[in-house]
């Protein structure tokens, strides 16, 4: 049976307000622990999002 790897971005506001987005393509696991990570850094909000190959996630407040 053939897995399918899906890759996850994170887009996230710093608690300074500016607009941060991750460059790197993660697993579920991997993604939901750097939320964790940027929750704890006061970082809010933090969002998971779907990704395809090579796609570059715009920064939360861009156009989508």
């Not at 460059?23 to 704890?40: E, I, N, P, Q």
């Amino acid at each position: 049976m053939a897995t399918t790897m899906q890759n996850y971005g994170l887009r996230w506001i710093d608690s300074e307000g500016s607009p941060h987005v991750s460059v790197a393509a993660y697993d579920w696991k991997s993604a939901d622990h750097r939320r964790g990570a940027l929750r704890a850094a006061k970082c809010d909000p933090v969002e998971i999002v779907e990704t395809r190959p090579g796609q570059r996630l715009e920064p939360l407040g861009g156009s989508e």
